[in-house]
C-alpha cells in the first residue's frame, strides 16, 4: 500500500506557472511508475506525464515543451513542472502510483491522490 497526496494546485493567468507536487507514504524508489492524470470537467481523466523508477519518461503531446517531470526519491516526491500554461490546462491534476508500461503504453496503477485543481483564466 502506498498514499499519495497531492499539493501545488490552484489559480494562475494564461502563460503563467506552477508546480504540482506529490509525496508518497513510502519509498517512492519502490514505486515502478508515478504518473500525473488530469481529468477536465464533463471529460476523461487522461495521463500528462509519467517518470519510473528507471527514469523513463513520457507526456502527453499537448504538453510537451511545457511540463516537467521529476522524481525525488530521497524526499518521496514526483513533481510536475508546468508553464506557459493555457485555459486547456484547468483540470483536477491526480497522483497516481504503481503502473507499469507494456508494449509502450502506460497502464495506471492502483494508487491514486484526492487531486489538486489547477485553474488556467485571466
Known amino acids: 500500500q502506498v498514499q499519495l497526496v497531492e499539493s501545488g494546485g490552484g489559480l494562475v493567468q494564461p502563460g503563467g506557472s506552477l508546480r504540482l507536487s506529490c509525496v508518497a507514504s513510502?519509498?517512492?524508489?519502490?514505486?515502478?511508475?508515478v504518473g500525473w492524470y488530469r481529468q477536465a470537467s464533463g471529460e476523461q481523466r487522461e495521463l500528462v506525464a509519467v517518470?519510473?523508477?528507471?527514469?523513463?519518461?513520457r507526456y502527453a503531446d499537448s504538453v510537451k515543451g511545457r511540463f516537467t517531470i521529476s522524481r525525488d526519491n530521497a524526499k518521496n516526491t514526483v513533481s510536475l513542472q508546468m508553464n506557459s500554461l493555457k485555459p486547456e490546462d484547468t483540470a483536477v491534476y491526480y497522483c497516481?502510483?504503481?503502473?507499469?508500461?507494456?508494449?509502450?503504453?502506460?497502464?495506471?496503477?492502483?494508487?491514486w491522490g484526492q487531486g489538486t485543481q489547477v485553474t488556467v483564466s485571466s
Open positions: 513510502r519509498r517512492i524508489s519502490s514505486v515502478y511508475g
Open positions: 517518470i519510473t523508477s528507471g527514469s523513463m519518461i
Open positions: 497516481n502510483g504503481g503502473g507499469v508500461f507494456s508494449r509502450g503504453t502506460y497502464s495506471s496503477g492502483g494508487y
